[in-house]
């Protein structure tokens, strides 16, 4: 008679330590579903572009549920990670999982309310957690050194800074003046700071690259966001130069926006076959194990949204010879994405058979 609520406790126990162990990064599967539905529909892709979308609003829901569990039930560990040199940063990925939820609302279901309500909780949460987690970084006294505190996690707070311009710059479309103009100066404000924060961070990441030992285990899959840091960069530029006619201060900038963003571009294109060399040397030359791990997100989401901003920035500046470029990288991003769902299926379905018995 007591077996059975003893298991059940048990089962419950074994839950409950999965959820207090939870990736602060796992808003990145938003991140990595919403830029793939954006990008399908660009390529005229509807079905798929709706049906991810209708996805990834019962993710958003489901990972924000389980985030603020994670808060009440396990408040030392939630505000401990957040403080954390290495999954401290992970927390950015909610800011731009709003952000491009936000702009699917906007694209796909034409709502401006929700829209403009994701913004605003993305801009909280980027305000919340961007003088919590770098003033934490600072005054610190027991820090990491900077082989071992340091990844390409941190450039998540690149995108989210850029996500918040892109949707500024979308939503800017959608109102009135003075709104108009003011929207787009917030989203050319934000455009600036995440450009800065990339050199910022982006020196220090190469310098642990290139002059500490740099094994198989370093390089997670947030090392991808290299690259895709500078793509939503693209994006964000691409479409304040499409506001340009709508607020005179963007017009004076054009050559300066044009040459930025075409230098955010030229950067991200760099890091492409970096990084596949560095797989190869991780999967293949040192066989490291392949197997899922929530920050596989954060190496889908770039491949996506090269997609989405390399298209953007065609139409921008007339590039129509980069047109074979976005279809390619979209249905490597749906590849990855789909694998990543599959192993994060499988994942579930372990934890919960495991909890079972």
């Known amino acids: 008679m007591t077996a059975v609520p003893a298991a059940r406790t048990l089962a419950g126990a074994r839950l409950l330590q999965d959820l207090e162990g939870m990736s602060p990064a796992y808003f ?4 990595a579903t919403g830029i793939i539905s954006l990008g399908a529909h660009r390529l005229a892709l509807p079905r798929l572009a709706q049906a991810l979308f209708i996805l990834n609003v019962g993710i958003y829901a489901v990972i924000a549920l389980l ?3 994670r808060m009440v039930r396990f408040p030392q560990r939630f505000f401990g990670d957040m403080v954390d040199h290495l999954r401290g940063p ?9 952000g491009i939820l936000g702009s699917q609302f906007l694209i796909l279901a034409d709502s401006e309310a929700v829209g403009l309500a994701l913004w605003f909780v993305a801009i909280a949460l980027w305000i919340g957690l961007t003088y919590t987690i770098f003033t934490a970084f600072t005054v610190k006294e027991q820090k990491p050194t900077l082989d071992r505190g340091i990844s390409g996690g941190w450039l998540l707070a690149v995108v989210a800074t850029q996500s918040i311009a892109v949707l500024g710059a979308l939503l800017a479309n959608h109102l009135e003046q003075p709104y108009r103009l003011e929207l787009n100066f917030f989203a050319l404000s934000m455009w600036l700071w995440g450009g800065m924060l990339y050199i910022w961070m982006m020196s220090l990441i190469f310098y642990r690259y290139t002059f500490f030992l740099f ?6 899959p947030p090392y991808w966001i290299n690259m895709g840091a500078m793509a939503i960069s693209t994006l964000a530029g691409s479409l304040l130069i499409a506001n340009a006619p709508d607020a005179p201060f963007l017009h004076s900038l054009l050559p300066f926006l044009k040459g930025f963003t075409v230098f955010y571009w030229a950067t991200g294109t760099w890091w492409i076959p970096m990084l596949l060399i560095l797989g190869l040397w991780r999967h293949i030359y040192k066989r490291f194990p392949l197997k899922y791990d929530p920050l596989y997100w954060g190496a889908v989401f770039p491949l996506g949204m090269y997609a989405a901003s390399t298209q953007q920035m065609a139409g921008a500046l007339g590039f129509d010879f980069l047109g074979f470029v976005p279809p390619i990288f979209l249905y490597a991003a749906l590849a990855a994405w789909t694998a990543a769902f599959v192993g994060v299926v499988r994942d579930l379905w372990r934890r919960l058979g495991a909890a079972r018995q």
Do not use: E, H, I, K
């Not at 990145?28 to 991140?31: K, L, N, Q």
């Open 90 to 98: 992970g927390f950015f990925t909610a800011v731009a999982a709003s």
């Open 215 to 220: 094994s198989p285990g370093d390089l997670a």
């Open 67 to 69: 985030f603020v569990l």
């Open 28 to 31: 990145g599967m938003v991140m």
